[in-house]
């Protein structure tokens, strides 16, 4: 089955409002690592998160890896965070391959 | 600064003949990984590399070969392009350091086969 598992699949909100997008995954991961794709664009890397809660500007990953479950928390949000937001399993093994799920897509408007 | 860089950003190919896209990365990792991102599927992992030499299968390989001649380039070749291998693919390499972990992505490659 699908090994990574995004919601909502899409978020609209005015700026200026939270946004809170949840990734499960499955129990071979080793960390989950989150990305940002603009239409069109490639994949910018955001933060990455073996457990706990990590903070980098607006943005705080939490993953609780008992639960295999994690989240991003977009703090006050701004038009120029619309785009797709991405979460991956980092696989456990040597390779650290990314498993990805679908997305959540995020529109922010004025 | 360091980045992954592929080629070409656009082909079109025909179906039956032989594509082959380039990767080059600076950034010293020693895993490179080929992903394909399709509507409805999202990103796939079809090949991936540990190091010079190696190539590895991911999700979906069936149709597609690598090559990793050195610890900076990795290629993904299409033997005999078909339609349904219309796409956009991306090159990234990585590695986790710690609690934290490196990941770049190239641009993409689009890929139209008729």
């Known amino acids: 089955g699908q090994q990574v598992q995004q919601s909502p699949a899409s978020l609209v909100l005015q700026e200026g409002e939270n946004a809170e997008l949840q990734c499960n995954f499955s129990?071979?991961?080793?960390?989950l690592q989150w990305f940002y794709q603009r239409p069109g664009g490639s994949l910018v890397s955001l933060l990455s998160?073996?457990?706990g809660t990590k903070h980098t500007g607006r943005l705080t990953s939490t993953t609780v890896t008992k639960e295999r479950r994690g989240s991003l928390h977009i703090s006050s949000s701004q038009i120029t965070d619309s785009g797709t937001y991405l979460c991956?399993?980092?696989?456990?093994?040597?390779?650290?391959?990314?498993?990805f799920g679908e997305g959540t897509k995020l529109t922010v408007s004025s | 600064e360091a980045a992954v860089t592929q080629s070409p950003r656009n082909k079109v190919a025909v179906t039956g003949g032989k594509v082959t896209l380039s990767c080059n990365q600076t950034?010293?990792?020693?895993?490179m990984y080929w992903y394909r991102q399709d509507t409805g599927h999202g990103l796939r992992l079809i090949h991936y590399?540990?190091?010079?030499?190696?190539?590895e299968k991911g999700d979906i390989p069936d149709g597609y070969k690598a090559s990793r001649p050195s610890q900076e380039n990795f290629s993904l070749i299409l033997e005999l392009a078909t339609p349904s291998q219309t796409s956009v693919y991306f090159c990234?390499?990585?590695?986790?350091?710690?609690?934290?972990?490196?990941?770049?992505f190239g641009s993409g490659t689009r890929l139209l086969v008729i």
């Open positions: 990234a390499s990585g590695e986790p350091r710690g609690s934290d972990s490196d990941y770049t």
């Open positions: 129990s071979t991961a080793t960390r």
């Open positions: 998160n073996p457990s």
């Open positions: 991956a399993m980092v696989y456990q093994g040597g390779s650290a391959k990314l498993i």
């Open positions: 950034n010293n990792h020693n895993n």
């Open positions: 590399s540990y190091g010079a030499g190696s190539t």
